[in-house]
Every structure is written in structure tokens, then in C-alpha cells.
């Protein structure tokens, strides 16, 4: 279509675009074409109407023409459709109409009715929410993961299971129907059971619970005393340095706990910063309060503040796919809740991102001189502090496997181990510096656990 006609309510104020428009579509529209025009787009000789109209005669000809100003136009070959384009039109203009008058209703509100909706919406939102934790999820992973236990009561005995005065409260309540116990341990030869009968598995994941508050209690407390003038980056690596000293010696010590406190803690997080983005009360305030100085522009793209999330699922990707390769041991009722072997793979995810990703950032923002041949600002400085850290990782965390006693271990000599580790380093520092559009939290701990099982370290 060379010509173009806007109508409102097909009957209102006709423009007709400069280049010509056929007629018959008009008269079907009951438009009127002034005559004119038509003999403007009526060649003499019978021929086919030229659209190709002289503008500056036709507007000396006829002042009464008005030029559009549209910059754009349909093509000639839509004319047949415009009925049927002016009657979409005037839907669009009723659909708007109607949202505009469904918006005046909200807008007339008072501020004490639009705090009670929004209230009544939130009670809503976190109800159903909470119906479906309860019933569907519940079931679901009570089938698949806990052989039929209920995962409250399963979990209660998960974490108090080897405590003495819980055991007696339980037994003597009779709610060990509900909550699995297991089974008690002989300590007459308390000599040589000492370890376990002070300790326990079950006590033993307290420990890393009450370790892991602690490490977040001391970090937040260090973040908060952080100056403003303290540059956003910094302050997000102390939280790096914080997965580092909580999960680097605990992964070896209960690996499938440590991987059911990260899969909770991720499902926590998207809850948390959904309800944020929603604005529901009472939690998006404090929690947008909360989370403010320590976002970057990658948290800007959408609604949802995504650093932390990716931050933990580095982390965690690497145990994850660890424990699916590894053989799952364990008593009742803790069948499958325990390894039989550790590896470096199920670290390499914390020294990842926790070491390497906080290394190249601080040294390279404040020394890094030489920049990498392509684009996105990587230096050479950051991506060898990088290799460094990811090898100094390696090797802390196959000290503290050699120190545990568990199995696992690749047998080979520390030469061999320093070289594998630095060539998986490099290869995973190389990684983060090409990734200079994506988020490498999640990208380069994968590829540094690919390395780490390939060449056995």
C-alpha cells in the first residue's frame, strides 16, 4: 500500500498518505474520495494508475491535501487487506480503553485500600505457595528421595538422630513411627567407639550447621562495617571468601548433606527474591534494602537480582554431578545418604569460584596492565592470579582429603598432582577470560570440574 488511512472508529478524520491509495477500498468503507484525487490516480489514456503522484503539484493544485508525516508505510500489496487492518486497529483501541478504565479503578484507591489489597494479595501468594510445598513437593519427595519417610519427621531425626536426650524424648512419645531414628550404637567399648559415640553422623551435620552460622554471622557483620566508599566488587568477594571457608573442609566431611543444604538454600533464594521482585510485604523491603549495595549491571537486566543464585549454583554443580557418579552407601534410615569415596571434583566448584573468580577480580581491577587480544576488558594479571588460586585450591583440598583418611585419593606424587592442577587451572582461567558476556560463576566451575576429572587429579 503506497497510501496510508488511519481511522479511529471507522468514521472519524480520514488522512490519506502521499504516494496514492486505491479507491475501492475506501468506497467499501464507506470513505469518501474526494474526485480530485481520483482523477489524480486516473491515467488519461486507460493505462494503470500511476501512484508515483507529484507531490509539490498536487499540493499547489489542491491546499486542501494534507501530507502525512508518517515515516513509514505498507506496501501496496496490503490494500486488499485493509478492511480488515482499520478493524484490528479499532480492537487494539477498544482493548486499550478498557485497560485504561481497569487502571482508573486502581487508581482511585485510597492509600489505606491499595495496603489492604496488597496485603490480601500477599496472604494469597504465600498460601499457595505453601500448598504447594505441603502436599505435591512433599509427596514427591518422599516417593523419590527418602524411601517413603516423611521428609519433616526425616529430617528432624537427620540432624538430632544421635543426640541422647532427643532419642529418649522420641522413644518415649512413641513418635519414632514418624521421625527415623537410627539405630543405637554399642559404646561398652567406649575406647574404641569414642569418636563415634560422642560424636555421631547426625551430630556431626549439627557441627557444620552451628560452623556455617558462625561463618555467615562473622561475614555479614564484616560486610555491614564495610564504608560505602568500599567499591561494589569488594564487597561482593567477601561473600566468595565466606563459601571458601565454609564449604572447603565440610564437603569432605558429609558430601550429600552439604548438597541438600545447597539445593534448600537455592530454592530458598528463588523464593525469597521472587517474592522481592513481586513487592509483597512484608518481605520485599527489607530484603531490596538488603541486597542493594551489593548489586552490578548484570542484576539490572531483568527483575530479578541473580548474582547470589549463580554464586551458589557454581558452587553446587560441581558436588552435584560428583555424587552422581560416586556410590551412595549408607544405614537405616539414611539408605543412600552417604558416599563411599570423596574426590576433588566435589571442590573444584568452591575453589572455582570462591578462590580463582575472587583473585582475577581483585588483581586484576587494580593491577592488571595487559588486556587479552579480544574484547571485554580481561587482563593477563587477573587470569594468573586465577591460575594460582585454582592451583593453591587443588592443593589445600587434597591435603585435607589425605588428612581425613578418606578414599578416594588419586595415589600420584605431589609433582604430578601440581602439574595436572596447573594445567586445569589454565584451562579454566582461559575460560574466564573469553567469557566476557555471560555470567562465568556458572560456566568455568563446569568446565575446572571437567579438567579435574579428566586428568585425575
Not at 97 to 105: E, W
Not at 314 to 321: D, N, S, Y
Not at 340 to 359: N, Q
Amino acid at each position: 500500500m503506497s497510501a496510508l488511512i488511519e481511522s479511529e472508529s471507522l468514521g472519524r478524520g480520514q488522512e490519506l498518505d502521499h504516494n496514492g491509495i486505491a479507491t475501492a477500498a475506501c468506497e467499501g468503507q464507506g470513505l469518501k474520495v474526494e474526485p480530485w484525487f481520483r482523477a489524480a490516480n486516473d491515467a488519461p489514456d486507460g493505462s494503470p494508475p500511476n501512484h508515483n503522484i507529484d507531490m509539490n503539484a498536487l499540493s499547489r493544485d489542491q491546499p486542501s491535501f494534507k501530507r502525512s508525516q508518517r515515516r513509514h508505510t505498507l506496501p501496496a500489496s496490503s490494500m486488499s487487506a485493509l478492511p480488515e487492518l482499520i478493524y484490528e486497529d479499532s480492537k487494539q483501541h477498544s482493548k486499550r480503553r478498557s485497560a485504561r478504565r481497569k487502571h482508573g479503578q486502581f487508581n482511585s484507591l485510597t492509600n489505606a485500600q491499595a495496603r489492604v489489597l496488597k496485603w490480601i494479595f500477599a496472604g494469597y501468594v504465600y498460601s499457595v505457595v505453601l500448598a504447594i510445598i505441603a502436599f505435591p513437593v512433599r509427596t514427591y519427595i518422599s516417593q523419590q528421595a527418602l524411601n517413603g519417610n516423611e521428609p519433616v519427621g526425616w529430617a528432624v531425626g537427620y540432624l538430632l538422630g544421635n543426640t541422647s536426650i532427643f532419642r529418649q524424648n522420641i522413644l518415649h512419645w512413641a513418635l519414632d513411627d514418624w521421625i527415623a531414628l537410627p539405630e543405637p550404637h554399642d559404646c561398652s567399648a567406649w575406647m574404641s567407639n569414642l569418636s563415634y559415640c560422642v560424636r555421631g553422623s547426625a551430630n556431626t551435620r549439627l557441627l557444620i550447621c552451628f560452623y556455617c552460622l558462625c561463618v555467615i554471622a562473622i561475614g555479614i557483620a564484616t560486610v555491614l562495617r564495610l564504608s560505602e566508599s568500599v567499591e561494589v566488587d569488594t564487597r561482593r568477594k567477601v561473600f566468595h571468601g565466606m563459601m571458601v571457608v565454609m564449604f572447603l573442609p565440610s564437603i569432605f566431611v558429609d558430601p550429600p548433606f552439604v548438597a541438600l543444604a545447597f539445593v534448600l538454600t537455592l530454592a530458598i533464594f528463588i523464593l525469597l527474591d521472587l517474592f522481592r521482585a513481586s513487592q509483597l510485604p512484608p518481605l520485599s523491603a527489607p530484603l531490596t534494602m538488603f541486597l542493594a549495595p551489593y548489586v552490578d549491571g548484570r542484576d539490572y537486566r531483568g527483575p530479578v537480582v541473580v548474582s547470589h543464585m549463580f554464586l551458589l549454583i557454581g558452587c553446587a554443580i560441581p558436588l552435584w554431578l560428583s555424587l552422581a557418579g560416586t556410590e551412595m552407601v549408607g544405614e537405616s534410615p539414611w539408605e543412600g545418604w552417604d558416599v563411599a569415596s570423596r574426590d576433588l571434583g566435589m571442590i573444584s566448584g568452591i575453589i572455582c569460584v570462591g578462590m580463582g573468580d575472587a583473585a582475577a577480580s581483585l588483581i586484576g581491577r587494580r593491577y592488571g596492565r595487559r588486556r587479552w587480544c579480544w574484547s571485554g576488558g580481561k587482563s593477563l594479571e587477573g587470569s594468573l592470579a586465577f591460575s594460582m588460586a585454582v592451583v593453591l585450591g587443588l592443593s589445600l583440598g587434597r591435603t585435607w582429603l589425605l588428612l581425613g583418611g578418606w578414599d578416594g585419593d588419586s595415589g600420584d606424587p605431589w609433582s604430578l598432582t601440581l602439574g595436572k592442577a596447573s594445567l586445569a587451572a589454565a584451562g579454566a582461567s582461559l575460560t574466564e577470560a573469553v567469557l566476557t558476556g555471560g555470567n562465568d560463576n556458572v560456566v568455568v566451575p563446569v568446565i575446572l570440574w571437567l579438567l579435574v576429572r579428566g586428568l585425575k587429579i
